[in-house]
């Protein structure tokens, strides 16, 4: 018989104990994540407690993030032990837990009576409609929807923090297993510490959407960055008529003051695409590029435990509207083994939370590294399709291979392109995994150097290392927050 229950001595925690053998092995086994303990016992009893938290990446250890656990307890021959009976939701004070047939279920430290339509709408009707008085000097920022904290908002923080350390930063987190920047306050989604800072911060910094019926007070200001140069079409501009997506994409970027674009080129997309026409848009680089002209990707090659003078493969394709998943066209372990390489392989932001991570030897998935900057910045190659990356990577000038079996159907019937990327790519373009390999392994993309430079010439003009100044010195120059 197996028994459980959940504590807070040191930290949440699942307390597994039983009769008889002490297992072998005890884990709880995520999507993402994955943690085990040691069995302690003298043969006719044993204990096992499992902390509901880790590190990553070499940083700070944190809660676990939101998802569903299998707990697994095995003898020394490899056979299951019965799971433990049930353990109802428990507050932990950073998550909430249940246990239920051996499945252990994590989510964010939401208060229940919160965790509803209704209670959501009294969050809404206390914070989101107060009068347009008190702001706070503060910024709320938002990163892919809180699944992490990255990209330009994560530049636009630090360059924040730099040169006025007394400004208030929020950051908006599905859960506490993100990890924020140094002196930043996360907020947990949907809790009333997230609605009434969303409400009271003077300046919103966001990547995407916003969301959860977001009104922007008066006095408020929303800076847009968004989150890539588009090849694949857009909001508007995707294929097929539907009135419901025209309406929503008219309503969201109302919502918006400032939109950032990389290029010139990106600032024309993306003003048609949202319909965010004599309104302005900032042309100043991204600044989530800054670190492939400026930073040192030796910390970030420790903290993967990649040795120095390995050879790294970055896979960075793009997501599918017809797939939750990322797309299955390479099989990591053997480009790591036929290219002598270690491969990171990293899904879109929207293959986080279905997928799960690939393994393999040499082969390391980092869907759930914090910024996907720091990966381009130590890629010696970078593969992908359609995927925005496109548009960062080539900063550092390193060699791009486009892997694109699916080419038709995506831009005939997917999403469609803005530009014929054949005629463009600044690098191979093949379909299958041994047309990489082959191009992999003959190293030699010289023939492409024109189109590169020319490509450069295009989309990284302003990526010059100090995109981030130069956004926030207009920051405060506006007067959207006081320095």
């Known amino acids: 018989m197996t028994d459980a229950r959940f504590t807070t001595e040191g930290g949440p925690a699942l307390v597994l104990s039983g009769v008889g053998e002490r297992p072998a092995s005890v884990e709880i086994v995520g999507a993402r994540a994955r943690v085990a303990a040691r069995a302690t016992g003298r043969g006719k009893t044993w204990k096992a407690t499992l902390p509901l938290r880790a590190a990553r990446w070499g940083g700070p250890e944190l809660p676990l993030p939101s998802g569903p656990y299998e707990v697994r307890i095995a003898d020394e021959e490899g056979g299951g032990i019965r799971p433990p009976k049930a353990v109802p939701l428990t507050q932990l004070g950073t998550l909430r837990a249940t246990l239920e047939e051996g499945t252990l279920l994590i989510g964010p430290p939401m208060d229940p009576a919160y965790d509803s339509g209704e209670g959501q709408d009294a969050l809404e009707r206390r914070y989101a409609t107060r009068p347009a008085t008190g702001f706070e000097n503060a910024v709320f920022f938002e990163s892919f929807y809180g699944r992490n904290a990255s990209c330009n908002p994560l530049a636009i923080d630090r360059e924040i923090a730099r040169r006025a350390p007394g400004v208030t930063r929020y950051w908006s987190v599905v859960d506490l297993s993100v990890a924020v920047p140094e002196g930043a306050i996360p907020v947990v989604e949907g809790t009333p510490e997230w609605w009434r800072a969303r409400g009271a911060a003077r300046l919103l910094v966001v990547n995407d959407w916003l969301r959860r019926r977001f009104a922007r007070r008066k006095g408020q200001v929303v800076l847009q960055t968004w989150h890539g140069t588009p090849l694949k079409r857009l909001a508007l501009h995707r294929p097929g008529f539907d009135p419901r997506r025209m309406a929503a ?4 970027s109302r919502r918006w003051n400032v939109l950032l674009a990389q290029n010139p080129y990106a600032a024309r997309i993306l003003s048609k695409a949202y319909a965010f026409l004599a309104r302005p848009v900032w042309i100043e680089g991204y600044p989530r590029n800054d670190v492939l002209t400026r930073g ?23 997501w599918r509207d017809d797939r939750d998943q990322i797309v299955d066209f390479v099989d990591p372990a053997a480009l790591a083994a036929k290219t002598d390489a270690v491969v990171l392989v990293r899904g879109h932001s929207r293959t986080l939370l279905p997928g799960r991570d690939a393994e393999g030897p040499r082969v390391i998935d980092v869907t759930g590294f914090p910024d996907t900057s720091l990966l381009l910045l130590v890629a010696d190659a970078l593969v992908t399709d359609y995927s925005s990356v496109m548009f960062d990577f080539s900063v550092t000038g390193k060699p791009m291979y486009f892997l694109v079996p699916d080419i038709e159907h995506y831009r005939g019937e997917l999403r469609g392109f803005y530009f014929d990327l054949a005629a463009h790519a600044p690098g191979p373009m093949v379909r299958t995994q041994e047309e990489l390999v082959a191009a992999l392994e003959a190293g030699d993309t010289s023939a492409y150097a024109e189109r590169y430079s020319l490509w ?7 990526d010059d290392g100090h995109a981030a100044e130069r956004v926030v010195a207009r920051i405060f120059d506006q007067g959207f927050i006081e320095s």
Do not use: C, S
């Open 249 to 252: 994409v008219a309503r969201e």
């Open 296 to 318: 040192d990707g030796t910390p970030t090659r420790e903290a993967l435990g990649i040795r120095p003078g390995e050879r790294v493969i970055l896979y960075a394709p793009t």
């Open 456 to 462: 450069r010439e295009k989309f990284n003009a302003r």
